[in-house]
């Protein structure tokens, strides 16, 4: 059972690829250049640093959220169009070769995308170890209390060290001659 903190792996994946998608529709009917494959970035990011707290599956939601932002993308486009909030611009006619190479292109850059993003995300999310918080090696030497001082003299009754000056013994309460 994951602590409460920690979001399941698919509600991770599912709001970045909403995230990813939402951002990557408006992008593309903006005109900005691969701007799929920036959602898939923005949206498997997102996946992994605010809503998964291991490293490891930061990478995974990432590449989740690039592999499965092509056909979510659509259907944000298909509910967009249905919706009639944007038309499409006359594209020219392309040949089938053009669009399965356009097609693959997309979906390459966006699996890309969402897998650097979901890797930067956990990078930031969990610093490498050395970075903020190095375990602490076994005190050195130097930072060690300094010993005591050399005794100068000993207990009459038990033997301890002294100082010099010390007229009853710390360890035994004797009393020490002058
Ligand atoms: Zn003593």
């Known amino acids: 059972m994951l602590p409460a903190t920690r979001t399941s792996f698919s ?70 169009f249905t919706l009639n909030l944007y038309t499409p611009p006359q594209v020219p006619e392309v040949t089938q070769d053009v669009l399965m190479i356009a097609l693959v292109v997309t979906l390459i850059m966006q699996i890309a995308g969402g897998t650097i ?3 930067l995300g956990g990078i930031i999310r969990h610093p490498p170890p050395g970075v903020v918080e190095a375990p602490r090696p076994s005190a050195p ?12 003299k000993y207990c009459i009754q038990c033997g301890a060290g002294l100082a010099k000056e010390t007229a009853i013994c710390p360890a035994c309460g004797a009393k020490q001659p002058a």
Do not use: N, T, W
């Not at 994946?13 to 900005?32: E, M, N």
């Open 11 to 80: 509600v991770s994946a599912i709001v970045g690829l909403v995230i990813g998608g939402i951002i990557g529709v408006i992008l593309d009917i903006a005109g900005v250049p691969a701007g799929s494959a920036i959602g898939a970035f923005v949206g498997g990011l997102g996946a992994a640093l605010f809503l998964y707290a291991e490293r490891r599956r930061a990478l995974i939601v990432g590449f989740v959220v690039g592999l499965f932002s092509f056909p979510v993308e659509l259907l944000i486009y298909m509910g967009v």
């Open 141 to 152: 030497m130097s930072m060690l209390p300094p010993p005591p001082p050399r005794p100068e």
């Open 117 to 119: 993003g979901g890797l």
